[in-house]
């Protein structure tokens, strides 16, 4: 199966969600809004609360946890550091990425740490909105036409029948 078919599936399973299309939207950025955190583990758990306190869909939030995931996690690692660290502005502390190690990190994880923390904070709050609102928007469309493609279907039935579908034909 191909990719762009996998996400077209996945695109109209998640706009056939229960719940309006904020609730829907809200949840899937949370989750992917956390996945941008470098608490591996925690990810669902850290997902559903957001979308819990933004009124989100818990479900949804666990789909967008799937944004971080073994071919993503690595770039989002580095990113969360790299923006971190800079922030921090403490280039003595800052770890060498080309004589990074399992056990330089986990000798040193204050020093790796604390920049994901603050990286990942910052990155979350940039990547809700980027996956919220077009989401939000593409929900409202599919399902604007999911309701007029059903409004058709009724009056091509009624057409045909000459009367309305549930009716009794006396």
Same mark, same amino acid.
């Given at each position: ?6 996400? =077209? !599936? !996945? ?29 591996? =583990?925690?990810?669902?758990?850290? %997902? ?7 009124? %989100? ?10 944004? %971080? ?34 056990? !330089?990190?986990?000798?040193?994880? =204050? ?8 990286? %990942? ?10 996956? !919220? ?38």
């Amino acid at each position: 199966m191909s990719f762009r078919r996998v996400l =077209g !599936y !996945y695109k109209s399973r998640m706009a056939r969600l229960p719940g309006t299309p904020h609730s829907i939207a809200a949840g899937f950025a949370a989750g992917a809004a956390v996945s941008f955190t470098p608490f591996m =583990g925690f990810h669902f758990l850290l %997902g559903a609360l957001v979308a819990w306190a933004l009124r %989100g869909n818990l479900i949804a939030s666990a789909l967008g946890t799937l944004v %971080g995931n073994p071919w993503t996690f690595p770039f989002i690692w580095l990113a969360i550091y790299e923006v971190g660290a800079a922030i921090m502005l403490d280039s003595e502390s800052r770890v060498p990425l080309d004589d990074l190690s399992l056990s !330089y990190l986990w000798n040193h994880i =204050g020093d790796v740490l604390v920049p994901m923390m603050l990286g %990942g904070a910052i990155l979350s709050v940039i990547v809700w909105p980027l996956f !919220y609102f077009p989401l939000a928007r593409g929900i409202e469309r599919f399902r604007k036409m999911r309701f007029e493609r059903r409004l058709r279907k009724r009056s091509t039935e009624v057409a045909v029948t000459g009367q309305a579908i549930g009716q009794d034909p006396a």
